[in-house]
């Protein structure tokens, strides 16, 4: 397409830590959060009226007047249709496993003493969860390591009841990815309350320390309180950050 001269954002990479603010005052959907970072998804959905610039607590976006698409409506109207459907089936995998769900979990338990589930929606990753499925909003957060469900069989029973969970390992998935993710979660979805469970063991502490990044990037004050699984399935320490 053919590049007239014309005002565009421009956005430091240096300054950007990530914080998704500027994603939502930018009606056009013009920026996402990639690897971290604030991306010009396409020239020709920036308008050029700098709408997020205020939103920036980093001073990383700013004007400036080059060569570029020029602004096409047409093209923002898909795209933002496009962000909506995915916000309703977000599947970075494309499974259709991994749709949005919110569902009733299942009643007491059966009469054969089956642990009942007590998880109301789907999916459950951290990656795979949209900051704006509509589970999350005002929810009581459980953000868990993922072997926490497998070292404390008694999650359905005590922890999950009435909330919604994310899990994910602080140590084999990439943190940033995590901080990012976790800050639009605190800040698109206001969670009421969030739980954090974390195993005994030392890296997995990680979670506690990415979740607070995200808070600190979200400017949310909202208490975290941490339950500290050990490998046998006891609650060993229950503080609060
Ligand atoms: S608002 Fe946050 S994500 Fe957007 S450019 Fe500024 S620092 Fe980066
Ligand atoms: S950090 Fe370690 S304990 Fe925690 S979820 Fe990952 S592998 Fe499991």
Redesign the pocket.
Known sequence: MAKIMRKIIEIDEELCDGCGQCVTACEEGAIQIVNGKARLVSEKLCDGLGACIGECPRGALRIVEREAEAFDHHAVEEHLARLRAEAESPLACGCPGSQVREFTPEGPAPAKGEIPSALSQWPVQIRLVPPTAPFLREADLLVA????PVAYPELHLRLLPGKKILI?????DPAEEYVARLAEVLRVAQPRSVTLA??E?P??R??AVILEEARRRAGSDIPLEVKVISPRGEIVREERL
Do not use: H, R, S
């Open positions: 390591a993922d072997c926490v994910g390992c602080p140590k084999f974390i195993m063991v890296c997995c990680g979670l």
